[in-house]
């Protein structure tokens, strides 16, 4: 049974209000707490065990009887909508169930809606998410990640949802150790709150990032706390109010004894000023550095050697600071399938202020895994926090490609002394061979990459500036512990500002998130949209459409085939789908087919996009004797909601001449 927009949003409410008028949070957090009290040390309260406890108790059936719906209206629609053949399905959709682990402490975050988001004032009402923009709000906090669902973007959205936090001591020696109130103190790691607005197009944007040091729970009655928290927006207008998130912080099981205002401010306060000393005496050494590498070449003024980049809020970050070893668990099984999957995140450079402007901002690499797209600088950090996550010696390199354009790649240096040079735009990549410029005779190869200059390389430990003779890539040697070559800065200082205690100048690198797309369901969806919008074009040219499914099966084998050149760099299995189609193909007749590749799964999209192409129109709109028709579709499944799709539309027709 489904129902209509606007009565399932009815139905939603009405019983989101009747859960706040019993006081649903407080009674099911009494029934939690006696059921925890009740169960030995070293027993888990489970999902079932805590059903149990509220059937047991009634509390659910006093719930469903209080509760009167008047579905009478939205029945009567549905039978007036249903055709003959239509049977009623009734979904039911079950919640993932985790145990709580008696042994641990908890923070459970509560969204209580959003207020004053100007910017939606004039949306109208009753519009569906699929006409209308939505606002998602993503989590992250000591490598847990959640993500609320979307919801319409209003002036007052409404965001209404709980996460629970885990807040544990991951230290050896500490697995059944609850954390006491100076552990609790101790740990400086923010809540990450980022919102991204999504267009009906499916386009995303991020609009806003925030950091909440949720400690004030500590010192709050009972444990619990009410926050208002105002959103500010991102890039230029880092410093504008987006609206105001309600939220309400609340610690289980509570403390046996809070903790005093002033002693959880004192903390927070000295935090900040040994933060704000590091990095003070960080810009101090960096400014001597820098006069020290201008002081081997005056040339040196002009090189892009870049120490700092602001980030989303505004905020100047050593670049050292945006690389993490990262990895990927089973999400991501080798260093070129994590080369494929970077490339696959959408590259946009941030507008500026101005016609043709640009401004350029590097991203938290969780605000850029939400947005799933961002500029090079954006990929290459990422790309670099993967490959060390693989054991391999990464950096990020910053210089200039083509006509002098800046821009940002990853290299890495082999145990023999190969370097490679990978771009995380595209996932390809090229080994380096230097040109001695002293040796004019010995025949050298032009350069395969196409990155101009170079003026420093970078990864999580180290900075280095290249004080070479010239900056051109193809004469530059990349040996990084030759220091005639390479200008290398402090360890010591790097490590002030960007290790593992430097929390508040260095956010931690996120957990990547397993893919939510089903790439059977999606491949067979958008296959099936696509011979629809097809037959509809040729039947307004006037032309009549006849499938070939046995061809169309046979473009499968080029599509795993493509993507896989495309993930390893080698090329295999073209052979066997070339032998299958002349087999396919009868004697006199002639095939032709056009593959494409798209970052989504949009049929629309993507049969707009191969109109344009003329080579894909000859096919499409293919007239003639005997014509059969084919097209494929074949979703590669990511992490991060990232896909590769590739589509291949194909013909066979009989040839007169």
Same mark, same amino acid.
């Given at each position: ?12 409410? %009405? ?5 706040? #008028? ?67 399905? %009734? ?186 000393? #590091? ?16 002081? %081997? ?105 083509? #006509? ?85 800065? &402090? ?13 508040? &100048? ?149 040839? %007169?001449?």
């Amino acid at each position: 049974m489904s129902l209509p927009e606007g009565k399932a949003s009815d139905l939603k409410r %009405i019983i989101r209000d009747h859960l706040v #008028k019993v006081n649903i949070h407080d009674k099911i957090r009494d029934v939690l707490g006696e059921s925890r009290a009740g169960l030995d040390s070293q027993r888990q309260l489970s999902g079932e065990d805590f059903m149990g406890a509220l059937q047991q108790r009634g509390l659910v059936d006093d719930i469903m009887k209080d509760l009167t719906l008047n579905v009478d209206n939205v029945r009567d629609t549905e039978n007036l909508e249903k055709t003959p053949n239509q049977s009623e399905h %009734i979904g039911v959709i079950q919640a993932e169930r985790s145990s709580i682990n008696p042994k641990r402490r908890y923070l459970y975050l509560q969204i209580l809606g959003g207020k004053a988001f100007l910017e939606h004032l004039q949306v109208p009402n009753r519009i569906s998410a699929e006409t209308c923009s939505t606002l998602t709000l993503c989590i992250n906090f000591r490598n847990q990640r959640f993500r609320s669902k979307p919801v319409l973007c209003e002036c007052e959205p409404e965001l209404q949802e709980g996460f629970f936090l885990e807040v544990h001591q991951n230290l050896t020696g500490n697995e059944n150790k609850m954390a006491d109130c100076s552990t609790l103190l101790s740990m400086c790691d923010p809540i990450h709150m980022v919102l991204i607005k999504t267009a009906p197009s499916g386009d995303t944007v991020l609009t806003s990032s925030h950091f909440l040091d949720w400690r004030s729970v500590l010192s709050a009655p009972g444990g619990k706390t009410g926050i208002a928290i105002e959103l500010l927006g991102v890039g230029r207008d880092c410093k504008a109010p987006v609206g105001v998130l309600n939220v309400k912080l609340e610690l289980y099981p509570p403390l046996p004894d809070r903790l005093s205002t002033d002693v959880v401010t004192t903390q927070q306060s000295l935090e900040r000023q040994k933060t704000a000393e #590091k990095d003070r005496l960080f810009l101090v050494y960096a400014k001597q550095w820098w006069r020290e590498f201008l002081g %081997i070449r005056p040339s040196h003024q002009n090189r892009l050697v870049k120490i700092f980049a602001q980030d989303e809020n505004g905020m100047n970050r050593p670049v050292c600071s945006y690389v993490r070893v990262l990895r990927g668990g089973r999400l991501l099984e080798s260093p070129r399938q994590a080369a494929r999957f970077v490339s696959l995140l959408a590259h946009e450079r941030v507008p500026g202020v101005g016609s043709g402007s640009y401004h350029e901002q590097w991203s938290t690499a969780m605000a850029f895994l939400c947005r799933n797209k961002g500029d090079c600088e954006d990929h290459a950090t990422l790309l670099c926090s993967l490959l060390l996550g693989f054991g391999l010696d990464a950096y990020v390199c910053v210089g200039t490609k083509g #006509k002098h354009t800046p821009h940002v790649w990853v290299m890495t240096c082999g145990t023999d002394g190969t370097v490679t040079f990978w771009e995380s735009l595209t996932a390809e990549r090229y080994l380096h061979w230097p040109i001695d410029p002293d040796d004019p005779l010995t025949p050298q190869s032009k350069p395969s990459h196409p990155y101009q200059t170079v003026g420093c390389a970078f990864n999580h430990r180290a900075f280095l500036a290249n004080c070479q003779p010239t900056d051109l890539v193809r004469f530059c040697a990349f040996d990084l512990q030759d220091e005639s070559r390479w200008k290398a800065m &402090s360890p010591e200082a790097l490590g002030s500002v960007c290790g593992p205690g430097a929390t508040a &100048s260095a956010p931690p690198a996120p957990l990547l998130c397993a893919p939510s797309l089903d790439p059977i369901q999606a491949s067979n969806h958008m296959e099936l949209q696509l011979r629809h919008l097809l037959a509809e074009h040729r039947k307004d040219l006037g032309l009549a459409t006849v499938w070939d499914d046995n061809l169309s099966y046979l473009l499968s084998a080029a599509l795993v085939a493509y993507d896989l050149e495309r993930c390893t760099g080698v090329s295999c299995g073209n052979e066997e789908f070339q032998d299958a189609v002349r087999r396919a193909v009868p004697d006199g007749h002639t095939f032709k087919g056009f593959p494409i590749q798209f970052l989504h799964h949009s049929a629309n999209r993507a049969f707009a996009t191969c109109l344009r192409s003329h080579f894909c129109e000859e096919i499409i709109g293919c007239r003639g004797d005997h014509v059969r028709l084919a097209v494929r579709v074949r979703v590669f499944a990511y992490p991060e909601s990232a896909c590769a799709t590739w589509v291949m539309f194909a013909c066979q027709y009989h040839c %007169i001449l």
